[in-house]
């Protein structure tokens, strides 16, 4: 069964400041000062980490808790580098800190756990974007 997930963006006249709606989450992307924005809310591409950094978060702490393991917090550190070509490839680092009582297999676990979030899944295989206009 697939799931879908929606959310709407508008733009007026102020350079790139966009207003985004997810159910009932108000919230804004911007470019950088450097990259003629208003730095008013994180650029698109700092919300592809924040949505990779807040689903591998989450995915740890619910199979954390389910096993039982003493999981006392995870941090989170992502970058994302495009590099030129052609294609073009994009690498993203993510770096993972666990706290707590935990033995190596326990750690070795969480690791692949981490590989398996939602949001990993989908930036690892192909994605087709359809556009179209209204």
């Known amino acids: 069964m697939s799931k879908k997930t929606t959310l709407k963006a508008s733009i007026g006249r102020e350079h790139y400041r966009v207003k985004l709606q997810a159910r009932q989450h108000s919230f804004l ?28 978060a989450a995915t740890l702490r619910m199979y954390a808790d ?20 052609t294609p073009p490839i994009t690498h993203i680092k993510r770096l993972i800190q666990l706290h707590g009582h ?27 974007i359809h556009t179209e206009l209204l």
């Open 102 to 128: 935990l033995d190596a297999a326990q750690r070795q676990r969480l690791l692949e756990i981490a590989n398996k979030c939602p949001v990993h899944r989908i930036l690892s295989n192909p994605i087709d």
């Open 29 to 56: 992307a911007d470019e950088p000062l450097e990259a003629g924005g208003a730095d008013s809310g994180p650029a698109p591409d700092e919300y592809i980490l924040a949505a990779l950094a807040s689903c591998t």
């Open 66 to 85: 389910r096993k039982g393991f003493d999981l006392e917090s995870v941090e989170l550190e992502l970058s994302l580098e495009v590099v030129p070509g």
